[in-house]
């Protein structure tokens, strides 16, 4: 399985600030995602990341919100622009690796970014 | 309608006992993948078990089970031997489709509590 390190681990910001989420895989993979967990709730995914093309993102998340950059296959940066506290969230970045269909391409998750927004 | 549903809001397990934890799902796709996540108190999500809807035989890694029951459409987890490390959220995801870019969608999520 492939494993995935997240920078910053936690990260206390003031509203209006942006701040942007590393994602390091350990080995090259097609497509990467960005999911948020708002406090007590499920995932819901922001954004799907290919490299070499824009991301595509999902229906309520705009790119001037969440730019995302994916500069290669083994990384992927997401901004959270003009924060506000309802950004105070776990944003986790996750991975489908090895795309092998036996395994119905598990998808394995970073340890995500804890952010609070004040 | 929601396409995975998890309705028990709490679940409370005795040390060393069995506990099931239920899902639902929906989905008009014949090709499907059913994955159930852990999340402890860290945030990390850890993946437990695959079921792929074509898949005739219940999967199973170690400790964990995957009741599923495709008429119903339920793909119940089954912890067996529980421990206290296991408490923590448990997410029921469907993949629906093929191909590695189908999106992964997750259910609310169920909170077990392993009682020593």
């Known amino acids: 399985s492939a494993v995935i390190s997240q920078k910053p681990s936690r990260d206390i910001c003031q509203r209006g600030t942006s701040l942007t989420i590393q994602c390091q895989v350990d080995?090259?993979?097609?497509?990467m995602f960005w999911y948020r967990q708002q406090p007590g709730q499920s995932l819901t995914l922001i954004a799907t990341?290919?490299?070499?093309?824009?991301?595509?993102?999902e229906s309520g998340f705009v790119i001037d919100k969440f730019p995302i950059s994916r500069p290669n296959l083994t990384f992927s940066t997401l901004t959270v622009s003009n924060m506000s506290p309802e950004d105070s969230s776990i944003y986790l970045c996750?991975?489908?690796?090895?795309?092998?269909?036996?395994?119905?391409?598990?998808?394995?998750f970073g340890p995500g970014t804890r952010l609070t927004v004040t | 309608a929601q396409k995975i549903t998890q309705t028990q809001p709490g679940m409370f397990v005795q040390e060393k006992e069995a506990v099931t934890l239920d899902c639902t799902y929906d989905?008009?796709?014949?090709?499907?993948?059913l994955f159930w996540y852990k999340q402890p108190s860290s945030g990390e999500m850890i993946f437990l078990i695959y079921q792929g809807s074509y898949d005739e035989q219940n999967a199973t890694e170690g400790r964990y089970s995957l009741n599923f029951q495709k008429a119903r459409k339920s793909a119940n987890l089954v912890i067996s031997a529980s421990q206290l490390g296991d408490s923590a959220m448990y997410f029921c995801?469907?993949?629906?489709?093929?191909?590695?870019?189908?999106?992964?969608?997750f259910g609310k999520g169920i909170t077990l509590s392993v009682r020593p």
């Open positions: 080995s090259q993979v097609t497509m």
């Open positions: 996750s991975v489908v690796d090895p795309a092998d269909p036996t395994t119905g391409y598990e998808q394995y």
């Open positions: 990341a290919n490299q070499g093309s824009e991301a595509t993102y």
């Open positions: 989905t008009s796709d014949q090709s499907y993948g």
């Open positions: 995801a469907m993949r629906e489709g093929t191909g590695a870019n189908s999106k992964l969608t």
